[in-house]
């Protein structure tokens, strides 16, 4: 059912890549997903000012490669690329521990690679994020979503669907609007959907986000 499930999920495999590529024993299999929910977490929390739409990590014996995809990739580089070796030291921090003894620290390499996305305008996580933004410092949520759908559509998008279920403008009772324009062929897997989820903690309450984008078909 490609209008019930996560399209990202559903395509993965198939358009899109993993965004995790490592193989582990059975013994450090659970470790290193622990591992990997804690970098997500941080690196969200991290590089919110940058506009980060998505983490890939891959790993090998002793090294982890992680390419951030940004917005502003200067954020994360910083002067003289002082930003980068200090997200490398938190990032080392955070999965060995503060008290991780010197050669343990060395024999794991962290790489970050920041990339640049080309067109922000399109990316489903930006615009949610925006949105989330938005209601959570009480803009009117019609002209906030209607806007958001102009930008995407003159971007070049060939579809939008924004769907807002809860306390939609402090109202007593919750409720689930849909606004749409273009098409979103959620069936169709060689369509590119980008699809992402956002709570706005709204002073009602929360008012979750939903933002699929299509933007055409690959072809292999």
Same mark, same amino acid.
């Given at each position: 059912?490609?209008? +019930? ?19 582990? =024993?059975? /013994? ?5 997903? $622990?591992? *990997? ?8 929390? +991290? $590089?919110? $000012?940058?506009?980060? %739409? ?27 690329? =002082? ?16 008290? !991780?003894? /010197? ?5 794991? +390499? ?14 489903? %996580? ?7 933004? #938005? ?8 002209? !906030?979503?209607?806007?958001?759908? *102009? /930008?995407?559509? !003159? ?18 009772? =919750?409720?689930?609007?849909?606004? +749409? #324009?273009?098409?979103?062929? %959620? ?12 709570? !706005?903690?709204?002073? =009602? ?9 299509? %933007? ?5």
């Amino acid at each position: 059912m490609g209008q +019930k499930i996560n399209p990202t999920g559903f395509r993965t495999g198939v358009i899109f890549p993993t965004k995790s590529i490592w193989y582990a =024993s059975f /013994k450090d299999y659970a470790k290193n997903v $622990l591992e *990997e929910h804690k970098i997500r977490k941080f690196l969200n929390k +991290k $590089l919110v $000012l940058a506009g980060l %739409t998505k983490v890939e990590i891959k790993r090998s014996i002793n090294t982890i490669d992680i390419y951030v995809h940004v917005s502003r990739p200067g954020v994360v580089i910083g002067r003289g690329g =002082s930003g980068l070796e200090q997200l490398k030291k938190e990032l080392t921090t955070l999965i060995l521990g503060e008290r !991780a003894p /010197k050669a343990k620290i060395n024999l794991v +390499k962290i790489n970050l690679h920041p990339i640049e996305v080309t067109q922000p305008e399109i990316s489903a %996580t930006l615009v949610a994020e925006r949105l989330a933004n #938005q209601l959570e410092h009480r803009y009117p949520t019609r002209r !906030a979503v209607n806007q958001a759908i *102009e /930008k995407v559509m !003159a971007a070049g998008a060939k579809g939008i669907k924004i769907t807002l279920g809860g306390r939609i403008n402090g109202a007593e009772i =919750s409720r689930r609007e849909k606004y +749409k #324009q273009g098409q979103i062929p %959620t069936q169709t897997l060689r369509a590119n959907i980008d699809y992402c989820e956002r709570p !706005a903690l709204t002073r =009602s309450g929360y008012v979750g986000i939903k933002v699929w984008i299509y %933007t055409g078909e690959v072809i292999a």
